[in-house]
T-cell receptor, first 114, second 115 residues
Framework: AQSVTQPDIHITVSEGASLELRCNYS??????LFWYVQSPGQGLQLLLK??????LVQGIKGFEAEFKRSQSSFNLRKPSVHWSDAAEYFC????????????FGTGTRLTIIP | NAGVTQTPKFQVLKTGQSMTLQCAQD?????MSWYRQDPGMGLRLIHY???????DQGEVPNGYNVSRSTTEDFPLRLLSAAPSQTSVYFC??????????????FGSGTRLTVV
């Protein structure tokens, strides 16, 4: 069975600074990977996804993620964060049979300081 | 577009009561899922469906039932509520593509408290 680890429970960065959120997955074959963002009291919004091809994936809101098979990682990055990026971020991996089932990490809460 | 609509937004139940959490989507998505979100545990899959009339269990299905009689609706039933079912419940829908799922659209959630 697949699994996802987000090693950072909480990260604080200054507005305008760069951001990297870590995600490590465990999966036997080519993984299907996702990043979602959740603002307080809201549902989850898809930021980006990786299925195959180019290992650097561009998403919405200026986010990107890089798939590194050798490290079993799919880290999320943004060159310059904005106060509105404060939220909780979830990494997820799709299952064997066509991605109907997602396994989520436990999330990383991002705080932005002025 | 309404997207994925969940009702109610908040609910308090007494132990042993039953209820149905409603979920409707207007995007003609084939795939629908129910997740529960608990602090420090991320989201865990309860049940999912790949089309009308087809449902299957996820990671934490005990105490919950689902049915999918139409493409649009995917209600989640709590048979006999327990305090351990206190959680935030999310419904999500998606569609198949040639490379897998297109990425789920989530509802805004139902916050359930069982006392």
């Amino acid at each position: 069975a697949q699994s996802v680890t987000q090693p950072d429970i909480h990260i604080t960065v200054s507005e305008g600074a760069s951001l990297e959120l870590r995600c490590n997955y465990s999966y036997g074959a080519t993984p299907y990977l996702f990043w979602y963002v959740q603002s307080p009291g809201q549902g989850l919004q898809l930021l980006l996804k990786y299925f195959s091809g180019d290992t650097l994936v561009q998403g919405i809101k200026g986010f990107e993620a890089e798939f590194k098979r050798s490290q079993s990682s799919f880290n999320l990055r943004k060159p310059s964060v904005h106060w509105s990026d404060a939220a909780e971020y979830f990494c997820a991996v799709g299952d064997d049979f066509g991605n109907e089932k997602l396994t989520f990490g436990t999330g990383t809460r991002l705080t932005i300081i002025p | 577009n309404a997207g994925v609509t969940q009702t109610p937004k908040f609910q308090v139940l007494k132990t042993g009561q039953s209820m149905t959490l409603q979920c409707a989507q207007d995007m003609n998505h084939e795939y629908m899922s129910w997740y529960r979100q608990d602090p420090g545990m991320g989201l865990r899959l309860i049940h999912y469906s790949v089309g009308a009339g087809i449902t299957d269990q996820g990671e934490v299905p005990n105490g919950y039932n689902v049915s999918r009689s139409t493409t649009e609706d995917f209600p989640l039933r709590l048979l006999s509520a327990a305090p351990s079912q206190t959680s935030v419940y999310f419904c999500a829908s998606s569609y198949p593509t040639t490379t897998g799922v297109g990425g789920y659209t989530f509802g805004s959630g139902t916050r359930l408290t069982v006392v």
